[in-house]
């Protein structure tokens, strides 16, 4: 099997590869704590803090935070990061001439560490478009999800997979742990253009706008030519394990405005557009319920928006009102 780094060397350029040999090594040791389940450092549990928008931080955020922003800026190919844990957008000195800039959910899912359910960190890099040679600026990150580069996802789950695509597909790793690599398992990984799984928290059904609710009708009612239900629903509540399902089997996510969160909880800059990206280069959709997500002007490094994302079946079926 094909080792990440070979694959990159023919697949990408140089400063690209280096970038994913960061994100190997930092995945390698937060997944190393999530195997050992709070065996090595204090890192289970809450940490009694809140993140830039408000969330309620897990140790285990503030940890992976840490470890991939360290080696980020260690690898020299990054001008700067954005992330969900921050206030801010980091220029990282010293690597001022970097092309590259990366935006990061360090660990999405984190609601779900202490009850060891699929966590992940998502990511999308981008060139930068400030001038070489001096710090990043707030305009580095905003920019629309058709600019990036490449973008990914780390799941933490039975296996540790890297998720990823450079413009040219989607292709899926395993790390294989006591050699700290990933090995390609699966190659130009096609989403079906049938589903049978709607993702979506359907405790806010009386929240849900009447197109919505019409399509969470359809997906109940349905049935196939032998009188079974086409459809079920299944919703883990980490994104990038309801993605990871439905990229290989079929299906959609949905994460929509609600009255207590009106423009959904879902970040269009750390998990909509990179989660996007992989979508359409596996030959799905992705929304905000009427716009294409990376077609999206982003206005502002933490912003929100509602989510739809999924096959081409299920997605043309909800967006019809």
Same mark, same amino acid.
């Given at each position: 099997?094909?080792?990440?780094?070979?694959?990159?060397?023919?697949?990408?350029?140089?400063?690209?590869?280096?970038?994913?040999?960061?994100?190997?090594?930092?995945?390698?040791?937060?997944?190393?704590?999530?195997?050992?389940?709070?065996?090595? #450092?204090?890192?289970?549990? !809450?940490?009694?803090?809140?993140?830039?928008?408000? #969330?309620?931080?897990?140790?285990?955020?503030?940890?992976? $935070?840490?470890?991939?922003?360290?080696?980020?800026?260690?690898?020299?190919?990054?001008?700067?990061?954005?992330?969900?844990?921050?206030?801010?957008?980091?220029?990282?000195?010293?690597?001022? $001439?970097?092309?590259?800039?990366?935006?990061? #959910?360090?660990?999405?899912?984190?609601?779900?560490?202490?009850?060891?359910?699929?966590?992940?960190?998502?990511?999308?890099?981008?060139?930068?478009?400030?001038?070489?040679?001096?710090?990043?600026?707030?305009?580095?990150?905003?920019?629309?999800?058709?600019?990036?580069? !490449?973008?990914?996802?780390?799941?933490?789950?039975?296996?540790?997979?890297?998720?990823?695509?450079?413009?040219?597909?989607?292709?899926?790793?395993?790390?294989?742990?006591?050699?700290?690599?990933?090995?390609?398992?699966?190659?130009?990984?096609?989403?079906?253009?049938?589903?049978?799984?709607?993702?979506?928290?359907?405790?806010?059904?009386? $929240?849900?706008?009447?197109?919505?609710?019409?399509?969470?009708?359809?997906?109940?009612?349905?049935?196939?030519?032998?009188?079974?239900?086409?459809?079920?629903?299944?919703?883990?509540?980490?994104?990038?394990?309801?993605?990871?399902?439905?990229?290989?089997?079929?299906?959609?996510?949905?994460?929509?405005?609600?009255?207590?969160?009106?423009?959904?909880?879902?970040?269009?800059?750390?998990?909509?557009?990179?989660? !996007?990206?992989?979508?359409?280069?596996?030959?799905?959709?992705?929304?905000?319920?009427?716009?294409?997500?990376?077609?999206?002007?982003?206005?502002?490094?933490?912003?929100?928006?509602?989510?739809?994302?999924?096959?081409?079946?299920?997605?043309?079926?909800?967006?019809?009102?």
């Amino acid at each position: 099997m094909t080792e990440l780094n070979e694959f990159l060397s023919t697949e990408t350029t140089l400063e690209i590869a280096k970038i994913f040999s960061a994100i190997e090594q930092a995945s390698f040791i937060v997944s190393k704590e999530v195997w050992y389940q709070g065996l090595g #450092d204090d890192i289970m549990g !809450a940490r009694g803090t809140e993140n830039s928008t408000g #969330d309620q931080q897990q140790k285990l955020d503030v940890y992976a $935070d840490s470890v991939f922003e360290r080696a980020l800026r260690k690898s020299g190919v990054i001008a700067g990061w954005a992330s969900e844990e921050s206030d801010e957008i980091v220029s990282f000195e010293g690597n001022e $001439d970097a092309s590259h800039v990366i935006v990061i #959910d360090p660990l999405d899912g984190s609601s779900n560490i202490d009850v060891n359910v699929a966590i992940g960190t998502i990511f999308g890099i981008y060139e930068r478009v400030s001038p070489h040679g001096t710090p990043v600026e707030l305009r580095d990150f905003l920019q629309k999800g058709r600019k990036q580069v !490449a973008a990914g996802y780390v799941m933490y789950s039975v296996s540790t997979q890297m998720v990823l695509s450079t413009g040219h597909g989607v292709h899926i790793f395993t790390l294989e742990p006591w050699k700290r690599s990933y090995h390609r398992v699966l190659d130009h990984v096609k989403m079906p253009y049938e589903g049978r799984v709607y993702s979506i928290n359907e405790v806010n059904f009386e $929240d849900f706008d009447e197109g919505l609710k019409r399509f969470i009708h359809y997906c109940q009612n349905k049935k196939r030519a032998n009188g079974k239900r086409q459809y079920t629903g299944r919703y883990i509540g980490s994104l990038v394990a309801d993605f990871h399902r439905n990229l290989l089997r079929g299906g959609i996510y949905v994460y929509p405005g609600i009255e207590e969160a009106p423009n959904g909880k879902i970040r269009l800059l750390y998990e909509c557009n990179p989660i !996007a990206y992989l979508a359409e280069q596996s030959g799905g959709q992705a929304t905000d319920g009427s716009q294409v997500i990376l077609d999206m002007e982003p206005i502002e490094l933490h912003q929100r928006v509602p989510f739809y994302v999924g096959c081409n079946e299920m997605m043309n079926e909800a967006m019809r009102t």
